[in-house]
């Protein structure tokens, strides 16, 4: 869809570069083993994945892939294959990436890697103090990719002003990471309970305050 953020990325970084852009058909998006195979029949060098697709995709070997980007949710596993595989980490709200990470190995816990060009990120503690090497904190993003705003919700608690930059704005992601020492952020899990469920950002909370407008229903959670 037009209206998905990392359609932005998909389709015009790639065409204003003189790539060809391949539109996966319907019957063939959901199988792995018929889209490894539409992917070498097309010749196709460079695709981007939701990262739960990646689990399955791995498995088949692939002669055409130069680069596989997985992004969306966290990225738990990974397999040495031809091409190199990138972690990429960002939310819809400083569009599009935000961090990428080079997966050559697997890790513990798969880093979501440095920040891109034009994007600053901060990791904060309690008190909004930069958290040292390896302590967790909130992960903010500041810089040229991040959204004025929620449409009709502007003075959103989740836009503030970057103590580092004054004019500046800066997102609080509700993410929890912390540096790790050769520069890179490992996540770490969320300050609230949103979870993602196919990629699709979900707040629990939201579902108990509809459950508790059913007047039979006294408590939820």
């Known amino acids: 869809?037009?209206?998905?953020?990392?359609?932005?990325?998909?389709?015009?970084?790639?065409?204003?570069?003189?790539?060809?852009?391949?539109?996966?058909?319907?019957?063939?998006?959901?199988?792995?083993?018929?889209?490894?195979?539409?992917?070498d029949e097309s010749n196709i060098t460079v695709i981007i994945l939701p990262t739960p697709f990646y689990s399955y995709f791995k498995q088949y070997d692939n002669k055409s892939l130069r680069v596989?980007?997985?992004?969306?949710d966290k990225l738990t596993d990974f397999k040495k294959r031809s091409y190199k595989v990138y972690n990429n980490y960002g939310p819809t709200e400083n569009t599009v990436i935000t961090t990428?990470?080079?997966?050559?190995?697997?890790?513990k816990n798969i880093p979501i890697g440095k920040?891109?060009?034009?994007?600053?990120?901060?990791?904060?503690?309690?008190?909004?103090?930069?958290?040292?090497?390896?302590?967790?904190?909130?992960?903010?993003?500041?810089?040229?990719?991040?959204?004025?705003?929620?449409i009709n919700n502007i003075d959103s608690d989740k836009f503030v002003d970057?103590?580092?930059?004054p004019g500046v704005k800066m997102y609080r992601t509700g993410d929890i990471a912390r540096w790790l020492?050769?520069?890179n952020i490992e996540f770490l899990g969320r300050?609230?309970?949103?979870?993602?469920?196919?990629g699709n950002r979900i707040e629990p909370g939201e579902i108990e305050n509809r459950l508790l407008k059913n007047a039979?229903?006294?408590e939820a959670a």
């Open 115 to 150: 920040p891109i060009a034009n994007t600053r990120v901060y990791i904060l503690d309690n008190n909004n103090n930069l958290a040292p090497i390896g302590i967790a904190g909130e992960l903010c993003i500041s810089g040229d990719g991040l959204s004025r705003g929620y």
């Open 1 to 39: 869809s037009l209206s998905f953020d990392p359609s932005v990325a998909e389709r015009f970084s790639s065409l204003i570069s003189g790539a060809t852009v391949h539109i996966i058909p319907k019957e063939v998006k959901q199988k792995p083993e018929l889209l490894n195979k539409f992917i």
């Open 191 to 198: 300050i609230d309970h949103q979870v993602k469920i196919r």
């Open 162 to 165: 970057n103590p580092f930059e």
């Open 181 to 183: 020492p050769d520069g």
């Open 100 to 107: 990428v990470f080079p997966v050559d190995k697997n890790f």
């Open 216 to 218: 039979a229903i006294k």
């Open 68 to 72: 596989l980007i997985v992004g969306g």
